[in-house]
């Protein structure tokens, strides 16, 4: 769930729309019941920056006390001082890091310091289990080997790879840096447990526990405009409106069936 468009940083390879819209505290609280009752196993904040969602620490605690839902959120990690941190400990069961590369890369990517970064990752250990997600472009890739040392020493668990999406005017992954990262993850002999979206898993080792859950039995998004889609990078989806989820998540299974036909 997109909770909502702001985010204060302007990155190159961002897919998210520059808007100040939110998702109502009310309206998310009652889709998650009801995804809740429904057997979901988890639900997943990202933005824009959730932290900016004027409620985000009030929304992470009630998920965790009224549902059985799992807890995670994707930040850029900036705002996440020890009053967050300690506001979230016990509400969130994972946060993802986005940190593109290190040093200069990163900070040519984000603007912001990397060493701020790193001193953010110390709260955020705090809070729960974490890891850390690296856009994959020729920029980044050469700075993998040290990305991954970087989060292994500052406690994460999970390297989440993410191949450049083609958004407007900035390039998908070529098929050079793509053949780079592929021999990459044969080479590394890290701990970190590595992962990559779905669809850009081709060709990748990959393990899926869960084989029967793929597209939209696994994930659906619902952006910071309540647009129920069957990815983040989809341009198109079912407008949620108020009421139930469950008739949008109907209608968007029908839609992706008749468009495979
Ligand atoms: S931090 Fe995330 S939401 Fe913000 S501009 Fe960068 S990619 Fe977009």
New binding site residues.
Partial sequence: MALTNR?????A????P?SRDALRFDIVTQWLAELDSLGAFGVGF????PTLYPEFERLCQHVARETGLSVSF???GHHIDEGLAEGLSGSVNFVRV?MDGVGETYESI?RRSFPALLARLKHIRSICRFGVNV?INERTLPDLNEAAIVAEDAGACELLLLPQIPVSGVPGITPYILHGLRRWVDDYRGALKLCINEASAEGFPTCNPLIEERGLRAYAHIDAMGVLKHSSYAETGIPLGEGSLLPGLDQLAHDLAENDT
Avoid at 13 to 16: D, G, P, Q, S
């Fill in positions: 985010c204060d940083l302007a990155c390879h961002c897919y998210a520059k990202g933005g824009g920056e994707t930040t850029h986005s984000r856009v």
